[in-house]
C-alpha cells in the first residue's frame, strides 16, 4: 500500500502550469540559490565543499604572495615602500606579457617554446627598421608585432594543419628565430634604443599627475559595478540563480580598496607607469575575450578535448592557430617591454630564462598544464609572485642567479603538484 504525501499548497506546482509536472510535485531548487539564502554560513559551507572537491582557484597564489611579503617586509622593513613596490610593477610588464600570451596556449594543453626567441626578433627588427633603415619608429613597432602575430600564426599552421606536436614546432621556431634575431643585428649585436623615442617611453613613461592614476581606478571600479550589476540584471529577468546585492556591494568594495591602494602607493613614486597600464589592460581585455565571449568559450572547450570540441561544431584548425598567434603577438610586445627596460636590444634579450619564467609565471599563477582551467590574471599573479621573490632576495642581498632560480624551481614545481592533486581531487569528487 502507497504512503499518501501531504504538501504543502504554497510549495506545490500547479497543473495548469505546467502540465508536464505531476500534481503536488516541488520543484527542484538550484543549490546556488540555497547557499545564497543561507547567508555567511551558505557561502562558508560552500567554501568549504570546493576546497575538498579541488576547486582552489587563485587562493593558494594570492595566499603565497601574501605571505612572501610579509615575509620579506618584517626581515628588511622596507620591502613594501611604495618606491619598491613602483620598481616591481615595472619589471613584471615583459615578462608577464609573454606569460599572458602563454596562458591561452596552455589552455589549450600545448605549450610555445619560442615566444623568448619572438620576443628578442621583434625587438631587434623593430630597432634596426628604425635606426638603421630609418623607418619611423612607430612604424617599426607595428612591422614589428605584426611580424611576431605571423610567426605565431605559422606555428599555429603547422600544429593545426599539418599535424606537427606543438612542442616539435616551436622549439624549432625557438633555435630558427634566434638564429634570424643574431642575423638582423649584424655584427653590432646591439642597438641602444631611440632616446625619446616610442620604445623608449614605453618603460619609462609615467602618467605623473596623480588623477591619472586615480582616475583610472575610478575607471575600474566603475566599470567593475556595472558587470556585476548587469549581469545580475539579466539572470534575475531571466529567472536564474544570482548574488544578492548586498554581494554585489561587498565584491566591489573590495576591488575599490584594492585598486585605489595601488594607486595611491604609485603616486607616491613618479605616477601611473605606462608599461603597467597597458600589461594590465591587455589582462583585463584577454579575460573579457576568454570569459564573455563565444571565441572564448570554444577555447576553453577545445582545451577541455579536442574531439568533443570539434563534433560540437567548432573549428579546432581555427582556434589553434588563432592561439598561436595570439601567444605571438604578446611575446613580441613583450619583448618591446624589456628592451625599454633594459635601454638596448641586443642578441641576449629573450634569452636565458625569459621563456622558463613566462611558462613559470603563468603556471604559478594557476593556469593548467592539462589544459581548460587558467586565466589571464593567473600570468599577472603569477609574475608578482616570481618578482617579488627576486626582489626580495637582492634587498637581502642574496643576488645570486643559483639561489633565485632555486627558489623560484620550488615555487614552480610546487604549483604543479598543487594543480595534480587539485585534479585528481575534482575527479574523486565527479567534477573534472
Given amino acids: 500500500m502507497s504512503e499518501t504525501v501531504n504538501t504543502p499548497p504554497q510549495k506545490s506546482t500547479p497543473v495548469d502550469a505546467d502540465p508536464d509536472v505531476a500534481p503536488g510535485a516541488v520543484p527542484a531548487v538550484d543549490p546556488r540559490l540555497l547557499v545564497r539564502e543561507q547567508g555567511f554560513a551558505g557561502y562558508l559551507s560552500e567554501f568549504k565543499r570546493k576546497i575538498k572537491g579541488g576547486e582552489l582557484g587563485s587562493i593558494p597564489v594570492v595566499t603565497g604572495l601574501i605571505v612572501i611579503w610579509a615575509i620579506f617586509e618584517i626581515s628588511s622593513g622596507r620591502f613594501l615602500d611604495p618606491s619598491n613596490l613602483s620598481n616591481i610593477a615595472q619589471y613584471i610588464v615583459g615578462p608577464g606579457l609573454i606569460a599572458t600570451g602563454i596562458v591561452f596556449v596552455l589552455l589549450l594543453g600545448e605549450i610555445d617554446l619560442s615566444v623568448g626567441s619572438v620576443a628578442g626578433l621583434t625587438a631587434a627588427a623593430s630597432s634596426v627598421l628604425a635606426i638603421k633603415q630609418d623607418m619611423n619608429e612607430g612604424l617599426a613597432v607595428v612591422v614589428g608585432l605584426l611580424g611576431a602575430a605571423a610567426i605565431g600564426a605559422l606555428h599555429g599552421f603547422f600544429f593545426a594543419r599539418i599535424g606537427v606536436p606543438a612542442f616539435v614546432v616551436t622549439l624549432a621556431g625557438f633555435l630558427g628565430w634566434s638564429g634570424l634575431q643574431l642575423f638582423v643585428l649584424g655584427n653590432t649585436l646591439s642597438l641602444n634604443n631611440i632616446s625619446g623615442g616610442v620604445i623608449y617611453h614605453l618603460n619609462n613613461y609615467y602618467f605623473s599627475d596623480i588623477a591619472a592614476a586615480y ?49 595611491y602607493v604609485l603616486n607616491q613614486e613618479d ?42 561544431g567548432i573549428n579546432v584548425v581555427w582556434i589553434r592557430i588563432s592561439v598561436f598567434t595570439i601567444s605571438g603577438f604578446l611575446g613580441g610586445l613583450g619583448g618591446l617591454f624589456i628592451a625599454s627596460q633594459s635601454g638596448v636590444a641586443d642578441s641576449n634579450l629573450g634569452g636565458g630564462d625569459t621563456l622558463m619564467l613566462a611558462i613559470a609565471a603563468a603556471v604559478i599563477g594557476g593556469t593548467s598544464l592539462f589544459g581548460g582551467r587558467g586565466t589571464p590574471w593567473s600570468a599577472l599573479l603569477g609574475i608578482l609572485v616570481i618578482q617579488s621573490i627576486m626582489t626580495g632576495l637582492y634587498m637581502e642581498g642574496s643576488s645570486s642567479k643559483a639561489v633565485q632560480s632555486m627558489i623560484t624551481g620550488a615555487v614552480l614545481l610546487a604549483a604543479v603538484v598543487l594543480d595534480s592533486v587539485s585534479r585528481r581531487s575534482q575527479k574523486a569528487a565527479g567534477r573534472a
Avoid: C, I
Avoid at 228 to 245: G, I, S, V
Avoid at 284 to 290: T, Y
Fill in 215 to 263: 582616475g583610472l581606478a575610478a575607471v575600474a571600479v566603475a566599470a567593475y559595478a556595472w558587470s556585476q550589476w548587469n549581469e545580475h540584471r539579466r539572470r534575475k529577468a531571466a529567472d536564474l540563480p544570482h548574488r544578492p546585492m548586498s554581494e554585489l556591494a561587498l565584491r566591489t568594495g573590495v576591488v575599490a580598496v584594492l585598486v585605489f591602494a595601488a594607486a
Fill in 271 to 312: 605616477g601611473l607607469p605606462l608599461g603597467l597600464t597597458v600589461f594590465v589592460g591587455v589582462v583585463v581585455l584577454a579575460g573579457f575575450v576568454l570569459r564573455r565571449t563565444t571565441y572564448g568559450r570554444q577555447v576553453f572547450a577545445v582545451g577541455g578535448g579536442v574531439e568533443a570540441a570539434r563534433r560540437a
